[in-house]
């Protein structure tokens, strides 16, 4: 094995390969959990599951992206020929992914069966991460009942900011600095950003990040553009793909780095999707899973370089925001504003 050595303070080095799959994946918290609501009456009230919720699943580690997909779930009143029509979006900070209704919600009372799906083999549906590992055998197949409220769950919290202005800020104070991701010309430059790659302007991001291909990704092939739907996960990926943080260089680079996780009271433990978790289940993943990830996806050191932080004393919500202005399609327009 190949160990990653990168230049201090920057993301720039060879990075390094494995050649086997990690632990086994595991779905750590769920909504609906199994029996919801079964200890009540139909009728009454407040007691199941909202009738507008998302379902939800976070799971141990980062998924393969392209298995965190409606086809991976189902979920029904009776046979499964009645199922939900669900959309599914991946949240790569927290590992988890939420599955919104479309059109109709669930029908007041009703019980429901959840069906969660493992591939075990190559083409099957089924979550799997990021490097290939399936669902824990000793989990499947995964099935369990709920009953649907009589009334719809309270408003949903306020949104992330989700603007360019905001996440050129972060970018900018952060990543876009001396030596590492800044603008340089003329004959005064010491040096030139690293692969290329500028993140302190308007320009800079469109020209070298957005829809740009992550040079560390390209594994030793020729390629000049971002591949969509690579065989193996992570080549030839974008640095920043828009309406795709799953599947953006520049996430991961965040992700790698211990102190990305950190919230004003030390390391954030609170879910947008489950509210506070125990300390020994906080939003960062093990020590030994960021190095997979480093191992598998990520070269260099992560991102921002030593010294810096992403925003004050919460930089989870700098991660979370840069998150939220990929998702919503990386748009540059409102910079210029």
């Not at 029908?107 to 493992?118: D, K, R």
């Amino acid at each position: 094995m190949l160990i990653a050595a990168g230049v201090v303070g920057c993301d720039f080095g060879p990075g390094s390969t494995v050649a086997e799959s990690g632990p086994a994946l595991r779905i750590v918290a769920s909504k609906p959990t199994k029996n919801t609501g079964l200890d009540c009456a139909p009728e009454a009230p407040a007691c199941g599951f909202p009738l507008d919720a998302p379902f939800v699943f976070r799971f141990n580690r980062h998924l393969d992206p392209s298995t965190a997909v409606r086809q991976s779930l189902d979920v029904y009143a009776g046979t499964p020929d009645h199922g939900e029509f669900l959309t599914p979006s991946y949240d790569v900070i927290e590992r988890a992914v939420s599955y919104s209704h479309i059109g109709t919600n669930l029908w007041p009372g009703a019980v429901y069966t959840v069906e969660v799906f493992g591939a075990q083999r190559d083409g099957e549906p089924g979550f799997r991460a990021y490097d290939g590992t399936p669902l824990a055998p000793a989990d499947l197949p995964l099935e369990y009942s709920f009953r649907a409220r009589a009334e719809p769950g309270p408003p949903a919290q306020g949104s992330i900011p989700a603007d360019c202005r905001t996440a050129l800020g972060i970018l900018t104070s952060s990543c876009g600095v001396a030596d590492c991701h800044a603008s340089c010309s003329g004959s005064t430059c010491r040096r030139q950003p690293r692969m290329g790659l500028r993140l302190d302007s308007i320009e800079g991001l469109s020209d070298t990040a957005i829809d740009q291909l992550a040079r560390e990704t390209t594994r030793g092939q020729s390629a000049t553009s971002p591949l969509q739907g690579a065989a193996r996960f992570g080549v030839q990926m974008p640095i920043v793909d828009p309406a795709r943080p799953d599947n953006s260089y520049l996430m991961y680079k965040l992700l790698v780095g211990r102190e990305n996780y950190r919230a004003n009271d030390g390391m954030a433990c609170a879910s947008r999707f489950f509210g506070d978790l125990p300390r020994s289940d906080c939003l960062a993943p093990s020590d030994d899973e960021r190095e997979r990830l480093r191992q598998w996806l990520v070269r260099g050191d992560p991102m921002p370089p030593a010294g810096y932080t992403l925003r004050g004393d919460s930089p989870i919500d700098a991660v979370r925001a840069l998150q939220a202005w990929i998702q919503s399609g990386a748009n540059t327009s409102d910079c210029a504003d």
